[in-house]
């Protein structure tokens, strides 16, 4: 099986946790693309979506799906989106796509959060893959030096990039993840940071994770 095919596995697998007559998030990326695809089939046995990026609310439209504005919806029932890289206690690194902080906004309203990816993305200690953070851009360079003073790493400002908030984003390249959770309150408690790609304090409740053979349900 093909990366690709097995993101298209995990996101036919999430339609199972699609909650009828309620409105669910809606993630950013290739596997949360291939995931609206498979949504448009049962669109209406939902009340529609709430997006994570303006490409997603954009996607959602073009298969006729109905995108809320968050502030006009009272709960959300599951969040299905990607990650860049899952520990299997199902701590997360998001943002690759630069999304991360409506990521981050729409999984807290959510009673539940199921992430698919393809089984690259798992790994024992998270911090191959850069971190992403977003920082408000007149902040970038004292936020850059705090970060290697109190995190470590070598954050660099992420080339011709500009988040859906109008912001950049930093990506902090060797780091090893050990804390996840305390990582994220740390970097969050630098001034001008808006939000980083770790989602430990509130990680995903289900990973379905695309293997050759199938997928595979991990639970924290
Ligand atoms: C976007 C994200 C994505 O979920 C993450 O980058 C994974 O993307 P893909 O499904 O394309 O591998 O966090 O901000």
New binding site residues.
């Given amino acids: 099986m093909t990366q690709d095919e097995m ?1 298209f596995t995990v996101a036919q697998a999430a339609l199972e946790y699609v909650v009828k007559d309620t409105i669910i998030g809606v ?6 693309n291939f995931f609206i695809d498979v949504l448009a089939k049962m669109k209406n046995d939902i009340k529609g979506a709430v997006a994570s990026s303006k490409a997603t609310a954009q996607r959602l439209k073009s298969h006729g799906i109905k995108v809320f504005n968050l502030n006009e919806v009272v709960a959300i029932s599951v969040y299905i ?4 890289e899952s520990d299997d206690a199902l701590n997360l690194i ?7 902080t409506r ?1 981050k906004i729409v999984a807290a309203v959510a009673d539940q959060f199921i992430c698919i ?1 393809d089984e690259s993305k798992l790994v024992t200690i998270m911090g191959n893959f850069p971190l992403p953070v977003e920082v408000i851009p007149m902040a970038s360079n004292y936020i850059k030096n705090q970060i290697i003073q109190r995190i470590g790493g070598t954050p660099t400002v992420r080339k011709d990039f500009i988040t859906d908030n109008g912001n950049l984003i930093l990506d902090i390249k060797d780091l090893k993840i050990t804390n996840p959770k305390a990582m994220e309150i740390e970097l969050n408690n630098i001034t001008g940071v808006v939000t980083n ?1 770790l989602f430990a304090n509130r990680g995903a409740d289900v990973l379905l994770l695309g293997m050759s053979n199938g997928v595979k349900i991990v639970t924290a």
């Fill in positions: 993101k993630g950013t990326g290739s596997t949360a989106d990607g990650a860049d998001k943002g690759g796509g630069g999304a991360l990521e990816a790609g």
